[in-house]
Structure formats: structure tokens, C-alpha cells
């Protein structure tokens, strides 16, 4: 039996010029995320990440707490969803039918709130029979790169082993999802309540892989709790 976490990124940087990046926060979640994994003996034979900034970020601040040197990998598959491009392509014709979504966008997005109402809109319809736009990455590429990244993984790193793959809130919802063999139109509902480097666990052998628990950031809570500083949030 071997262990696979996945890990969200620490918190990014909303509404500044440079969303890819961790904010200070973001940065003090991933490092609180990387002394945890080293105080309770999770000691990684590997690492793997996405190619996004914030991902190799988290990566590097986490795996500095580790007793010795990681094996590091970049699958830019463990990348985000491409919510940027998903709303410039679809939100056009959404709001046409949508006037929930049309007086979102009339008022802006300044507010990650009203920003994570559009996604919800746009995912749920990315995902569905319906969406065919050709301007995009298609929903059958995506989660087909996921799973062939994980399945890829588990393969090249065998049996026994402890591995991390710090990615994003729309990759772990799609693998977890995909676990539980469920399809694209119940994935969104693990995607919005991801918090930032929060930890999911799953187990594998061979090419079988079960769900142990998601989400977790307790963690957080009690490091944030003794140091005096709230370290957790979802944006």
C-alpha cells in the first residue's frame, strides 16, 4: 500500500496584477503545512507539482521541512482548470439565458465571492454534453490528463512509497471525484469547498486507488491557533 497527499496550493495572490503567485499568507500556509508533514513523520520519497508559480511555490516551502532532499517532478497536467480562459470563451454566451450571472458580471468581479459564483456557473456548464466550444480545453482532455498523471505516478513510483502532488482546488476535486466514480457533473461540489493547502489523502496499489479523507486542515487551525493567526481560507 502506498500514500499519495494532494495538496492545494497556499493562498495566491487575488486581485493583484499577478494572481500566480503566493501571498504572504499563502506563503506562511505552506511553510506551517511543510513543518507539519515533517513533526508527524510524513517523510516524501517524492514530490510532483503543476507548472503554475503558486504550486511550485507551495512545493518548495513545504519540502523545505523535510529531513533530506526530494525528488521533484513538474506534470504541468496537475495545473489548474483554466478558469481565465473558461470566462472570457463561455461567460458571453452564459449570460444570454443567465441573468443571475449577467448582473454578476455587469457589477464586476472585485469580490472573490462574486468571482466564485462565475466559476460555479461556467465549470458546471464547462463539464456538461452541451459545451462544445473550440477555443478551449475541453473537459474530456482535462480530467483524461489527471488521471493519466496519477496513474502515471503510481506506476513510476510503485509500492510502499510516500508521495505529495501540490496542485490546485480543480485537480483535487477531479481526481477525487474520479475515485469515487463519479462523474464531471458532481465535481464541482468538491471544488468550491477546497481550502488553501489543505490535505487530501489517497491510497494505492497497483492501479487501485481509494479515498481516505479530503480536505483536511486542522492542521492549520492548531498551528494557527498557537501562534496566534488565522491561517485558514478558502481564496
Not at 457589477?107 to 456548464?125: M, P, T
Amino acid at each position: 500500500m502506498a500514500t499519495l497527499y494532494l495538496i492545494r496550493h497556499g493562498q495566491a495572490s487575488f486581485g493583484a496584477d499577478d494572481y500566480d503567485k503566493l501571498s504572504d499568507l499563502g506563503c506562511r500556509q505552506a511553510t506551517a503545512m511543510g513543518r507539519y508533514l515533517a513533526d508527524h513523520g510524513i517523510h516524501l520519497d517524492a514530490a510532483y507539482s503543476g507548472d503554475l508559480l503558486r504550486q511550485r511555490e507551495t512545493a518548495q516551502l513545504a519540502l523545505a521541512s523535510q529531513p533530506g532532499e526530494v525528488p521533484y517532478h513538474i506534470d504541468p497536467r496537475f495545473n489548474e482548470v483554466r478558469n481565465d480562459e473558461q470566462v472570457e470563451h463561455l461567460v458571453p454566451e452564459l449570460v444570454k439565458s443567465n441573468v443571475r450571472l449577467k448582473a454578476l458580471m455587469d457589477r464586476g468581479l472585485s469580490e472573490s465571492k462574486d468571482y466564485q459564483k462565475v466559476i460555479e456557473a461556467v465549470f458546471n456548464h464547462w463539464v456538461s454534453p452541451d459545451c462544445q466550444h473550440p477555443g478551449i480545453q475541453s473537459w474530456a482532455d482535462y480530467s483524461s490528463g489527471v488521471r493519466d498523471a496519477i496513474a502515471e505516478l503510481m506506476r513510476e513510483q510503485g509500492a510502499g512509497k510516500t508521495v505529495a502532488v501540490f496542485t490546485s482546488g480543480g485537480t483535487i476535486a477531479t481526481a477525487v471525484a474520479q475515485v469515487l466514480g463519479l462523474g464531471g457533473e458532481h465535481t464541482y461540489r468538491f471544488y468550491e469547498p477546497i481550502f488553501n493547502c489543505s490535505v487530501t489523502q489517497l491510497f494505492y496499489s497497483g492501479d487501485k486507488v481509494s479515498l481516505s479523507y479530503f480536505n483536511d486542515r486542522s492542521f492549520l487551525q492548531m498551528m494557527g491557533l498557537a501562534e496566534g493567526e488565522n491561517l485558514v481560507t478558502y481564496r
